[in-house]
């Protein structure tokens, strides 16, 4: 089955930029989409397609694509970043969707 | 304002069967994709279905053949019947919505009901 890779961790400084990267073999072909969940929370959409954000997101949230990498990088990180990251993609078929293993982002 | 709140959760045993709903307000379900999504606890996130705005299905291969998504379009309401139930499906269950003209952007999420298969 399809899967995406993202790293289990990345920590950081406050003002700091914070890269979060998530690869699949799909990623080429189909758009990615990255969630942010804190704890006790629902998942929140935060870059849509590859790079869109949507309204009422913070401009330090971005998001790139290059080849079967996608990246989600936090600008000007602050403690209130701190949560949990998950890409999400489709696989080859455009049916299903797989969300990546996670990553913890830790401000310290 | 787009709300949605699921309902249904509970402690089930093994083998068992449940029906989750998630109500939807500020939306139509005939407009929308509507997604339910899972997390076990102390773990990362699982698509799990869809049903689209024209009514048909699709589920990841983890739950196929045992969980059905359907819905009621008169109360905008979106139903996962959960079948043959195991220990490994104990989780937060989400309903999460895609809009039509952005199907893949899962932009509202419920709160999430916990599904417990136990003993």
């Known amino acids: 089955s399809y899967e995406l890779t993202q790293s289990p961790s990345v920590s950081v400084s406050p003002g700091q930029t914070a890269r979060i990267t998530c690869s699949g073999d799909?990623?080429?072909?189909?758009?990615a989409y990255w969630y942010q969940q804190k704890p006790g929370q629902a998942p929140a959409l935060i870059i849509y397609?590859?790079?869109e954000r949507p309204s009422g997101i913070p401009e330090r949230f971005s998001g790139s694509s290059s080849g079967t990498t996608v990246t989600l990088t936090i600008s000007g990180v602050q403690a209130e970043d701190e949560a949990d990251y998950y890409c999400?993609?489709?696989?080859?078929?455009?049916?299903?969707?797989?969300f990546g293993t996670g990553t913890k982002v830790t401000v310290l | 304002e787009v709300q949605l709140v699921e309902s249904g959760g509970g402690l089930i045993q093994p083998g068992g069967s449940v029906r989750l709903s998630c109500a939807g307000s500020?939306?139509?379900?005939?407009?929308?994709?509507m997604n339910w999504v899972r997390q076990a606890p102390g773990k990362g996130l699982e698509w799990v279905s869809v049903?689209?705005?024209?009514?048909?299905?699709v589920y990841a291969d983890s739950v196929k053949g045992r969980f059905t998504v359907s819905r009621d379009t008169s109360k905008n309401t979106v139903f996962l019947q959960m079948n043959s139930l195991r220990v490994e499906d104990t989780a937060v269950y989400y309903c999460?919505?895609?809009?039509?003209?952005?199907?893949?952007?899962?932009?509202?999420w419920g709160q999430g009901t916990l599904v417990t298969v136990s003993s």
């Open positions: 999460a919505r895609a809009p039509y003209n952005e199907s893949s952007a899962f932009y509202q």
């Open positions: 500020g939306l139509r379900v005939t407009t929308s994709y």
């Open positions: 049903i689209y705005s024209g009514g048909s299905t």
């Open positions: 799909a990623l080429p072909k189909q758009y």
């Open positions: 397609k590859d790079s």
């Open positions: 999400k993609s489709a696989d080859s078929s455009g049916l299903h969707y797989v």
